[in-house]
């Protein structure tokens, strides 16, 4: 059911490739006029007057203007409902200058065509059914995809993973919703039709499901915006060194005083397919400078918000300095986070006093999952130990092809109010509460489930959704 969609067929066009001068680019022409429109403007070498029917073939010809020639370039025909929109759709293939490109689009500008919104191909494919909207929010992810997670995540979302899983289940509450208004229409004669055991058995499995699917939105959220990583630690330890070297460029600035780094520096780094987050934070301590102590309070604001803490801890400082540092950051550290203790500059001491005075006390004050590496940032050492370390815990590697991990907000929020209208059904349901109840609960579970594959949607929901995608796409 699409709630109050405006579902226009005019005819749109726009580029498909990025702006810039490039060898080649691709603009994109879809509605019930684009062959026609096309034919208005491109000959063919072979002049036979079919061409525009001859779809998925390629057509070379040149584009003019008035007799004058444009540029010579290949077009490409598909027939409704055979295409990416499910409407006829011509692409051209053009020379990549921004002149030629910018006299294409202003012909079929003034052959009828106007140029498409953003999203606009990807809208129409979805409202002629050729995806559905998790499908189609697949594809912006899978063009904003920068590593092979994100690329794995956004293919398996487009070939309908959960989504279909899901429509299946909510057909099954439907039917049972149907089931329950029948009984209202007879309330009088005391029949039961649907029957509740088997309603609450679905509305158990629908829950397991969707509390499966929730409980990956945190490696869904990383693999798609980068694994948020904090290094944090006692000015000078040496934390911007680190994401220097991480990094592999001078990205932060270094100094010997303690106090350089005021605000919060992040970028990003793609390891082993992963993308992290890394900020590098001011250094904590007590101090009385106005600006320092805002860049501090920042640094324990990031602390909140990453997947994993890196401690820095400078190895020429006592083993109970170190011991302290350790114990108040782990206060703050919640469960659902990764705690590394990375010891650093191990280049200024004695391999023998980092066993006896270091290693051994401190592996003693690290909790069952936390973790502990000795590196020098300086000299690149153990630096893949590291990185292998965090690699290890984020355990996205472990996520196979198959596995289905949520990584969309839009339909994480869906299955959180899913779920809670499921569990009043299920309370209901258990405490004997009357069939309308009932009914409004599991409406507003449905509606919620269908807003996911868009078997419920409207303008609002569909404009936010497509205002995020590229023109042309
Ligand atoms: N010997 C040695 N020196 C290091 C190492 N890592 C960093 N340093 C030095 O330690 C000093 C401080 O380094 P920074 O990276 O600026 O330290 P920071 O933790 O970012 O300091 P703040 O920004 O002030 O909090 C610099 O002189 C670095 O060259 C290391 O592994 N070995
Ligand atoms: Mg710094």
Redesign the pocket.
């Known amino acids: 059911m699409l709630l109050n969609f405006t579902h226009s067929t005019d005819t749109i066009c726009a580029t498909a490739t990025a702006t810039g001068t490039a060898a080649l680019a691709v603009i994109r022409i879809s509605g019930t006029q684009a062959k026609h429109i096309v034919s208005q403007i491109f000959t063919p070498v072979r002049s036979n007057n079919h061409w525009i029917h001859e779809g998925y073939k390629l057509h070379y010809g040149s584009i003019h203007n008035n007799g004058s020639h444009v540029d010579d370039v290949l077009v490409s025909v598909f027939s409704a409902p055979h295409s990416y929109t499910g409407e006829d759709s011509v692409e051209i293939s053009c020379h990549g200058s921004q002149y030629i490109v910018q006299e294409i689009l202003k012909l079929l500008l003034t052959q009828g065509a106007r140029l498409a919104k953003a999203g606009e191909f990807t809208k129409r494919a979805y409202l002629n059914g050729k995806l559905d909207l998790s499908q189609a929010e697949a594809v912006a992810d899978l063009i904003a995809s920068s590593s092979k997670a994100a690329h794995q995540l956004a293919v398996s979302q487009m070939k309908g993973n959960y989504a279909h899983e899901l429509s299946d289940l909510r057909a099954q509450l439907l039917h049972f919703s149907a089931m329950l208004e029948l009984e209202l229409d007879f309330a009088e004669e005391d029949v039961e039709f649907a029957n509740r055991e088997e309603l609450q058995k679905l509305a158990h499995t629908i829950l397991a499901r969707i509390e499966h699917l929730t409980n990956s939105f945190s490696i869904g959220n990383a693999i798609k915006n980068g694994v948020p990583v904090c290094i944090i630690?006692e000015?000078?330890?040496?934390?911007?060194?680190?994401l220097n070297t991480i990094l592999n460029e001078d990205r932060?600035i270094?100094?010997?005083?303690?106090?350089?780094?005021r605000d919060v520096i992040e970028d990003t780094m793609i390891i082993d397919g992963i993308t992290f987050r890394f900020m590098?934070t001011?250094?904590i301590r007590t101090t009385d400078n106005h600006v320092e102590q805002l860049g501090i309070n920042r640094t324990f604001a990031k602390i909140e918000q990453a997947t994993i803490v890196l401690l820095?801890v400078d190895a020429l400082q006592s083993t109970s300095l170190i011991q302290q540092q350790i114990a108040a950051i782990q206060q703050r550290v919640q469960p659902h986070q990764h705690f590394i203790v990375v010891v650093?500059?191990i280049?200024?001491i004695p391999a023998e006093q980092r066993e006896k005075h270091i290693e051994t006390p401190l592996a003693a004050q690290l909790g069952a999952n936390d973790a502990i590496v000795y590196?020098?940032?300086?000299?690149h050492k153990n630096i893949h130990e590291l990185t292998s370390l965090l690699v290890a815990k984020t355990q996205l590697n472990n996520c196979g092809a198959n596995d289905i991990i949520l990584s969309n907000a839009r339909h994480y929020e869906c299955l959180v109010n899913a779920a809670d209208s499921l569990q009043t059904v299920l309370q209901g349901l258990q405490q004997g509460v009357s069939n309308e109840l009932v009914c409004i609960d599991l409406r507003h579970a449905l509606h919620a489930i269908g807003e996911i594959t868009g078997a419920i949607s409207n303008d609002e929901t569909l404009g936010h959704i497509f205002k995020n995608f590229c023109i042309g796409k």
């Open positions: 630690g000015p000078n330890v040496g934390k911007s060194t680190l932060a270094v100094s010997d005083i303690a106090g350089t780094t590098d001011a250094g820095l650093n500059k280049d200024l590196i020098s940032a300086k000299q």
